[in-house]
């Protein structure tokens, strides 16, 4: 299958829905980011007063944001004056079924910062 025609107002909700979770879940892993980065700079700083060598550089894997992909789609909805939206089939992927080219780096990021340890 090439594309689908959707309804405009159950896509925007869709996206709506989508955008809510991924900021949420980009907020969450945010605070989990500087945590790490506090933690590994004390470390920095503890191993130059008392290691002869030690590494400078941190480690933790800044999140992402993506919030801006899905704000733009759902301003294109928006000002479409269509009722119906034809979507093709990675357009589908992203704004329905949530899969989008950084969505598997994003979730490895999720896992590693509310990974229990």
């Not at 900021?23 to 007063?49: D, F, G, L, P, S």
């Not at 969505?103 to 910062?113: E, K, L, M, Q, V």
Request: with cysteine; net charge negative.
């Amino acid at each position: 299958m090439q594309g689908v025609k959707i309804d405009k107002a159950r896509l925007l909700d869709k996206l709506i829905e989508n955008r809510g979770e991924h900021r949420a879940r980009y907020i969450e892993i945010e605070v989990a980011y500087r945590k790490k980065v506090v933690e590994e700079c004390y470390e920095v700083i503890k191993n130059a007063e008392n290691a002869e060598k030690f590494s400078r550089c941190l480690k933790a894997v800044e999140p992402q944001d993506h919030t801006e992909d899905y704000d733009k789609a759902i301003l294109m909805l928006e000002y479409s004056t269509e009722d119906t939206v034809e979507l093709a089939a990675y357009e589908f992927d992203n704004f329905i079924l949530d899969k989008w080219e950084w969505s598997n780096a994003f979730g490895d990021t999720y896992s590693a910062y509310t990974a229990t340890p």
